[in-house]
C-alpha cells in the first residue's frame, strides 16, 4: 500500500493512527514534532503527510507550507483538536492541506480520507 508519515506530538495520537493504518497495510513512520517530521520527507519522500497543526519545533502549519512548496507533489492531511473555531484547518487548506480532520476522530473517518487523498 502506501507510505505514510505520521507528524504528531501526541504519542497515544501516533499509536492509534498506527494501528489503524497498519492494519491496512500501509506502511507508518512517525515523527513526534514538525522539524523530525520535514527530516524525515526530505531523506524518504512518503506517498502521504498527516500532521497535527498545533506542536512544538514547527508547527503543521510550517510543515504544511514547506512540503508543499518544495514538493509540489506532496500530500498533507492537516488536523487539530482545537475546538470553537474552523480557523485553524481553513488556514492549513490554504497552506496546501489536501484534506483537514478535526480530532477526536473515528477510524473510518481516518481511513476514508487517507483512501480519497491517496487516490487524489
Do not use: C, W
Amino acid at each position: 500500500m502506501a507510505s505514510i508519515l505520521i507528524v504528531d506530538d501526541d504519542a497515544p495520537i501516533r499509536t492509534v493512527l498506527r494501528a489503524i493504518l497498519e492494519e491496512d497495510g500501509h506502511q507508518i513512520r512517525e515523527a513526534a514534532n514538525g522539524q523530525i517530521g520535514l527530516t524525515l520527507y526530505r531523506e524518504a519522500p512518503a506517498d502521504l503527510v498527516i500532521t497535527d497543526i498545533l506542536m512544538p519545533e514547527r508547527d503543521g502549519m510550517e510543515v504544511t507550507l514547506a512540503l508543499t512548496q518544495e514538493f509540489l507533489d506532496a500530500r498533507v492531511i492537516a488536523m487539530t483538536g482545537a475546538t470553537g473555531d474552523q480557523n485553524f484547518l481553513n488556514v492549513a487548506k490554504l497552506f496546501g492541506a489536501r484534506r483537514v480532520i478535526q480530532k477526536p476522530f473515528t477510524p473510518d473517518v481516518i481511513r476514508r480520507v487517507v483512501r480519497f487523498t491517496l487516490e487524489h
